[in-house]
């Protein structure tokens, strides 16, 4: 069976580039499976969890904001940061989470909403990869 | 004669501390350039493929009514970002772009100013009014949010206020040695690499518009990012350069006046023997 050549650029270094069975995407519409010989695709991405599958392995990764384009059984994901689940330093995350929670309930006219939302949902991916470790 | 012989020496000092001093600033630039060197390598696989799918789409679905990629002609404000470095000492890599820029706009009298860069700030201040915003000190510290920064600033301008074309003026990195100045215009978004490739038929997930929207503003944040990267390299490549060659102009001075020196020494010394020998002369006598 033909497999995935996926290649996953961050802003600052190209973090994989490898080849998998498949991968389940965050889409922005809801997560979604990309098998080899998928139809041409240009997908924006949320902050979510990117999973790869390699040999029955799974790895995981916390995603941030991206597009992923299939083309070919060429997957090239262009995103703002990924990490893999170990890279995470929970205690960060967990820190970022009780911030970024207490400015959205402080009601502060002066805080950017949208960022305080965003800095939420990055933090709660990064805690949930570790917890949910199985499938 | 005396008095002469100490003041050359006194200047070969000071001349020698210059010359460490711009030997030091040498290594300095040397040291940075690799730096930025490997940083503007690094972000070219990401700004290279966002401008391949932005490409990709404006071909594919001839969307030309998207205000960030529209191709008619609006009439509105012009703006040109202009990118200097902080600090001077490097060359003619800042007086360049101030020149251009001069010419800029006497060619457009209405277009409005933004400055990345002390240099460039203080010498257009003096000479225009029509500077709208500056950036400053930011080369010391440089990081993505920075740049992300600028390119919200500028996406506010064109998107929200009466502007239609923002152009941006920087050094362009080609070596160590050579910078070439390149005026780039960033809004509307004009993919490069304009060649018509047959591309295959994608499905786009929302759809086409709002993934211009968003992917339109990781291009302004990249784009911006490399271009600081960019001038920045060229900085310090213009000042490794100079400072190379103030290196070496101090190290021939110093042999010339060395050479001067003892000269005027020998001069001294051979004085003081014809004096002496005439003196004995006079009493042998």
Not at chain 2, 55 to 62: A, D, L, Y
């Amino acid at each position: 069976m033909s497999k995935l050549n996926l290649t996953v650029i961050q802003p600052d270094k190209i973090k994989i580039s490898s080849e998998y069975d498949h991968i389940i995407v965050p889409g922005s519409e809801g997560d979604f499976g990309i098998f080899p010989d998928h139809t041409p695709l240009i997908t924006q991405i949320r902050t979510g969890i990117l999973m790869l599958f390699r040999n029955k392995e799974l790895e995981k990764y916390a995603i941030h904001d991206g597009f992923v384009t299939v083309e070919n059984n060429l997957v090239i994901i262009i995103c703002d940061t990924i990490e893999a689940a170990d890279e995470i330093d929970t205690d960060r995350a967990e820190n970022s989470r009780k911030r970024a929670e207490q400015r959205l309930k402080s009601n502060a006219k002066d805080i950017d909403f949208r960022r305080a939302e965003a800095a939420l949902k990055r933090s709660l991916v990064r805690i949930n990869i570790q917890k949910k470790n199985k499938f | 004669m005396a008095n002469n012989i100490r003041d050359i020496k006194i200047r070969i000092e000071s001349i020698k501390s210059t010359r460490q001093i711009t030997n030091a600033m040498k290594m300095v630039a040397a040291a940075k350039l690799r730096k930025a060197q490997d940083k503007i390598i690094n972000v070219r696989p990401y700004a290279n493929h966002i401008n391949e799918m932005i490409k990709r789409i404006k071909q594919k679905n001839r969307i030309t009514q998207h205000p960030l990629l529209s191709e008619e002609e609006i009439k509105g404000i012009h703006a040109i970002v202009i990118v200097t470095a902080d600090r001077g000492l490097c060359g003619s890599f800042n007086t360049n772009i101030i020149r251009k820029a001069i010419e800029y706009i006497a060619a457009n009298p209405k277009a409005e100013l933004i400055c990345i860069g002390k240099k460039g700030y203080d010498y257009l201040k003096k000479n225009t009014d029509r500077i709208i915003k500056n950036y400053t000190g930011l080369f010391n510290e440089m990081n993505f949010s920075v740049s992300k920064d600028i390119a919200s600033y500028l996406m506010d301008l064109f998107l929200n206020e009466n502007y239609s074309k923002i152009e941006v003026l920087y050094n362009e990195f080609k070596s160590s040695i050579q910078h070439n100045i390149i005026a780039k215009q960033i809004f509307p978004i004009l993919p490069e690499d304009q060649s018509e490739t047959n591309y295959l038929d994608f499905i786009y997930e929302p759809d086409e518009k709002t993934i211009i929207d968003v992917l339109g503003k990781k291009y302004i944040n990249v784009e911006i990012w490399r271009i600081l990267l960019e001038s920045s390299a060229a900085e310090q490549g213009a000042r490794m350069t100079s400072m190379d060659s103030a290196t070496d102009n101090a190290t021939e001075l110093i042999k010339q006046l060395t050479l001067q020196y003892n000269r005027a020494r020998q001069a001294g010394i051979t004085k003081e023997i014809i004096e002496i020998a005439s003196g004995a002369e006079a009493i042998n006598n």
